[in-house]
């Protein structure tokens, strides 16, 4: 019998958007609002979790059983401190683009399975949100100094002052 790739995803990402990122001059950079992109999910049926991680000087992929609560809370307080964060269905093919270039950007939306060809985060972010993808956490508003509504209370298109808010 020959060898078999068995190829489990997560039905359900979390991408997270950051405005800071962990490389130096990525942060000078004219990029927009967001720097930098990461992704987790859940796989039911090996009750475990899967934290991906893209830097250009090392990628982390952490695969934490769902058995190891306090593990499991550091890795999601990790990626979704400050964050904005999308959840996001891995589509019924859950193929994504190649992309010739790698950037945080390209290697989160080939592992979610996303069609986006962005190379930018905050172009992603709206190619997700056309894709079917809703708000699951908004960051703090460093505006405002507000902080984030509780986690998985912000939708999409929610309204502060009578204007739409922009993803």
Same mark, same amino acid.
């Not at 769902?66 to 959840?87: K, T």
């Not at 460093?142 to 984030?148: I, K, L, M, V």
């Given at each position: 019998?020959?060898?078999?790739?068995?190829?489990?995803?997560?039905?359900?990402?979390?991408?997270?958007?950051h405005r800071t990122s962990?490389?130096?001059?990525?942060?000078r950079l004219p990029l927009?609002?967001?720097?930098?992109?990461?992704?987790? $999910? =859940?796989?039911?049926?090996?009750?475990?979790? +899967?934290?991906?991680?893209? !830097?250009?000087? *090392? &990628?982390?992929?952490?695969?934490?059983?769902?058995?190891?609560?306090?593990?499991?809370?550091?890795?999601?307080?990790?990626?979704?401190?400050?964050?904005?964060?999308?959840?996001?269905?891995?589509?019924?093919?859950?193929? $994504? =683009?190649?992309?010739?270039?790698?950037?945080? +950007?390209?290697?989160?939306? !080939?592992?979610? *399975? &996303?069609?986006?060809?962005?190379?930018?985060?905050?172009?992603?972010?709206?190619?997700?949100?056309?894709?079917?993808?809703?708000?699951?956490?908004?960051?703090?508003?460093?505006?405002?100094?507000?902080?984030?509504?509780?986690?998985?209370?912000?939708?999409?298109?929610?309204?502060?002052?009578?204007?739409?808010?922009?993803?």
């Amino acid at each position: 019998m020959p060898w078999q790739l068995v190829q489990l995803h997560p039905p359900v990402w979390f991408v997270c958007f950051h405005r800071t990122s962990p490389t130096w001059w990525v942060q000078r950079l004219p990029l927009g609002r967001w720097k930098h992109v990461n992704c987790f $999910g =859940f796989i039911p049926g090996q009750k475990t979790w +899967v934290f991906y991680d893209y !830097a250009l000087d *090392g &990628s982390q992929i952490a695969v934490v059983p769902d058995s190891q609560p306090s593990w499991v809370d550091a890795h999601m307080q990790h990626f979704m401190r400050d964050a904005r964060v999308l959840e996001y269905a891995t589509p019924a093919d859950g193929r $994504g =683009f190649w992309q010739p270039i790698a950037v945080c +950007v390209s290697e989160v939306s !080939a592992m979610i *399975g &996303s069609k986006s060809r962005a190379l930018r985060a905050g172009r992603f972010l709206r190619d997700l949100l056309r894709e079917g993808a809703t708000i699951y956490q908004r960051e703090p508003d460093y505006d405002a100094g507000h902080e984030s509504p509780p986690i998985g209370q912000s939708g999409d298109g929610e309204r502060r002052g009578g204007e739409r808010t922009d993803p």
